[in-house]
């Protein structure tokens, strides 16, 4: 399983950006899609995920009402639509095949490269 991520970039505080990560390969095997980031000097965390369908999402508090994750079944995409930007989201984003649901687990069968997102206040 291959993940390309892409979409991130530098926007001001309040400013939207789109993250996508394509799959490719076994998608067969996939249940979930997942996006996590990771701030400086901090751990990685979870962000939002979605079941292979796309029928069902889940966003970590801290996004809620700002980001929405999707995914594209034709395409085999990933996206994380970033609304109403702060400079508390600068992180990296990681998208990830197949990760963990448990509270607090950062654990997944796939990693994408990640992508740089910087919020300026």
């Known amino acids: 399983v291959q993940l390309q991520a892409s979409g991130g970039g530098l926007v001001q505080t309040g400013g939207s950006l789109r993250l996508s990560c394509a799959v490719s390969?076994?998608?067969?095997?996939?249940?979930?899609m997942g996006w996590f980031r990771q701030a400086p000097g901090k751990e990685r965390e979870f962000v939002a995920a979605i079941n292979w369908s796309g029928a069902n999402s889940y966003h970590t508090d801290s996004v809620k009402g700002r980001f929405t994750i999707s995914k594209d079944n034709a395409k085999n995409t990933v996206y994380l639509r970033m609304n109403s930007l702060k400079p508390e989201d600068t992180a990296v984003y990681y998208c990830?095949?197949?990760?963990?649901?448990?509270?607090?687990?950062?654990?997944?069968?796939?990693w994408g490269q990640g992508t740089l997102v910087t919020v300026s206040s």
């Open positions: 390969g076994r998608t067969y095997s996939m249940s979930h």
């Open positions: 990830a095949a197949n990760p963990s649901l448990a509270a607090g687990t950062v654990r997944a069968d796939y």
